[in-house]
């Protein structure tokens, strides 16, 4: 699995990205979350460290949103740091089901050939 580089915008999808990469390994998210972030979003982290140590995954994420999230997004702080548990869960749910429908388009292809 590769993470993309984070260069700001909307940072949903790229949390998603690096959560899924580290947290069953039990990897310091924020270290790692870093190394992939480079322009502007770079330049805010090294801000934020030299602000505070922030190496909580979740203030970290609440932080990243605060700064990036696009104005569809904008919803009060708490219910975006209560809903992106749920909203990750969702994108693994669309990915799996795109997954499956990728692979029966695939078994579907293979099956024409054969016949």
């Not at 947290?23 to 505070?52: C, H």
């Given at each position: 699995?590769?993470?993309?580089?984070?260069?700001?915008?909307?940072?949903?999808?790229?949390?998603?990205?690096?959560?899924?990469?580290?947290?069953?390994?039990?990897?310091?998210?924020?270290?790692?979350?870093?190394?992939?972030?480079?322009?502007e979003?770079?330049?805010?982290?090294?801000?934020?460290?030299?602000?505070?140590?922030?190496?909580?995954?979740?203030?970290?994420?609440?932080?990243?949103?605060?700064?990036?999230?696009?104005?569809?997004?904008?919803a009060?702080?708490?219910?975006?740091?209560?809903?992106?548990?749920?909203?990750?869960?969702?994108?693994?749910?669309?990915?799996?089901?795109?997954?499956?429908?990728?692979?029966?388009?695939?078994?579907?292809?293979?099956?024409?050939?054969?016949?």
């Amino acid at each position: 699995m590769k993470i993309s580089k984070f260069k700001g915008g909307d940072p949903l999808w790229w949390l998603f990205e690096v959560y899924n990469f580290f947290a069953l390994q039990n990897t310091p998210l924020v270290s790692i979350a870093s190394y992939f972030m480079e322009g502007e979003a770079l330049e805010w982290f090294q801000d934020l460290k030299a602000l505070r140590s922030c190496t909580d995954w979740v203030e970290f994420v609440c932080s990243l949103q605060d700064r990036f999230r696009t104005p569809i997004h904008d919803a009060p702080m708490e219910a975006t740091t209560q809903e992106f548990p749920l909203k990750l869960t969702k994108i693994q749910e669309s990915k799996e089901i795109l997954e499956v429908e990728e692979q029966s388009k695939i078994q579907e292809v293979e099956v024409t050939f054969k016949d």
